[in-house]
């Protein structure tokens, strides 16, 4: 079946501008979640959804950071007035739960250049 | 911060077992133990999870001692495909179980 699908695979823009990462996760996953790698970083963890409750956002690293999903499904994370360090790759995953016997699975990310 | 302990790198020789390990001394009772993949450019490949019980399947066989503090992930006949960064993390259930913490991982290198 179809994975988790992420658009653009690549964005390039101005300090600045905002921009819209989508994401598509895997039909019928209740959960959602964006992380983002830094070149040399690790992956850190930024927010996620589960079903109707509150969204977890402890990851976000500012208020210019933030995201929302639509009807339970299609995910986008804003970032409005990028700063050259919000140069990454933003990656999101699904899961049909936040359970622990149940994993995520990631997209293959936007890769993000602010000039 | 990251709860397991994992090689910066290992090498392996194409066509034989890769075992990597991870160490995860804190563990608690209610947590799984998860393997990922990274190679270049992609996204994290899972891989494989477990609590207590050794497991296996189609990609790789996972090995946890009695006392849960360390695991082995085991590749049996590495291909120069699965050079990668393997991540090894713990994960709790539940509000708490929403977030996967990544570590450096142990960067795998097949070589012919």
Known sequence: GAGVSQSPSNKVTEKGKDV???CDPISGHTALYWYRQSLGQ???????????????????PSDRFSAERTGG??????????????????????????????????????????L | DAK????????????????????????????????????????PQYIIHGLKNNETNEMASLIITEDRKSSTLILPHATLRDTAVYYCIVRAGGRQGGKLIFGQGTELSVKP
């Open chain 1, 42 to 60: 690790g992956l850190e963890f930024l927010i996620y959804f589960q079903g109707n409750s509150a969204p977890d956002k402890s990851g976000l």
């Open chain 1, 73 to 114: 499904s299609v995910s986008t994370l804003t970032i409005q007035r990028t700063q050259q360090e919000d140069s990454a790759v933003y990656l999101c995953a699904s899961s049909s739960g936040t359970g622990g016997n149940q994993p995520q699975h990631f997209g293959d990310g936007t890769r993000l250049s602010i």
């Open chain 1, 20 to 22: 819209e990462l989508r």
């Open chain 2, 4 to 43: 397991t302990t994992q090689p910066t790198s290992m090498d392996c020789a194409e066509g034989r077992a890769a075992n990597l390990p991870c160490n995860h001394s804190t563990i608690s009772g209610n947590e799984y133990v998860y393997w990922y993949r990274q190679i270049h450019s992609q996204g």
